[in-house]
């Protein structure tokens, strides 16, 4: 997932993206290693065979007079589990 964003005032420390599976949220935290990569787990079912899914992520930016929050949401996705 890549996000952008327009808006100057975005800040940027406060950037939670989260994984939406079902009614289910999924909150992911930074990568250990890679610099602006974010990472989570999804439990999947043995016998689930496709995913749909999607991206969330909440963020705060500057405005007058105070701080406000908002949050983008991708498109759907959906991953195909193939049997080996």
């Known amino acids: ?18 994984v939406i599976v079902g009614l289910q949220t999924y909150p992911m935290q930074p990568a250990p ?4 990569r ?17 991206f969330k992520v909440d963020f705060q930016y500057e405005a007058v007079p105070v701080r406000r929050s908002g949050s983008d949401l991708s498109a759907p996705y959906q991953l ?5």
Do not use: C, G
């Open 80 to 84: 195909e589990i193939v049997d080996q």
């Open 38 to 54: 974010w990472e989570t787990l999804v439990p999947i079912a043995a016998d689930q065979k496709i995913v749909h899914y999607r």
């Open 1 to 18: 997932m890549v996000f952008s964003s327009n808006q100057k005032s975005l800040r940027k420390e406060t950037v939670q993206p989260s």
């Open 33 to 36: 290693v890679l610099k602006n």
